[in-house]
């Protein structure tokens, strides 16, 4: 099977930085996007920065020019670096790894779209 771990958050001051991990492990054949979600108390889920496997981003008006998603193919990983870090950016953020496709019993299966758990990032005014 397949699992998402993200690692790299916590609690930083306004202004700060932090870099978010997920790494996807399991017999992994291919991955098309990745990205990174967050939902925040009380709020809906949304869109932070996405990345495909041919290295095309995509990022939320909120975040241009703070934020910078990236990703390693080969170690089925991606990272985003968060910087000048914001009260409002104040959230669980979820990975997203979209149609992926892995060896199973023999054969390969998918596409199925996989999350991670969640990872708390808070800042601090």
């Known amino acids: 099977q397949v699992q998402l771990v993200e690692s790299g958050g916590g609690l930083v001051q306004a202004g700060g930085s932090l870099r978010l991990t997920c790494a996807a492990s399991g017999s992994i054949f291919s991955i098309n996007a990745m990205g990174w979600y967050r939902q925040a108390p009380g709020k809906q889920r949304e869109l932070v920065a996405t990345?495909?496997?041919?290295?095309?981003?995509n990022y939320a008006d909120s975040v241009k020019g703070r934020f910078t998603i990236s990703r390693n193919n080969a170690k089925n990983t991606v990272y985003l670096q968060m910087n000048s870090l914001k009260p409002e950016d104040t959230a669980v953020y979820y990975c997203n790894a979209d149609k992926i496709r892995y060896y199973s019993g023999g054969g390969l299966v998918g596409p199925y779209d996989y999350w991670g758990q969640g990872t708390q990032v808070t800042v601090s005014s």
């Open positions: 990345i495909t496997s041919g290295g095309s981003t």
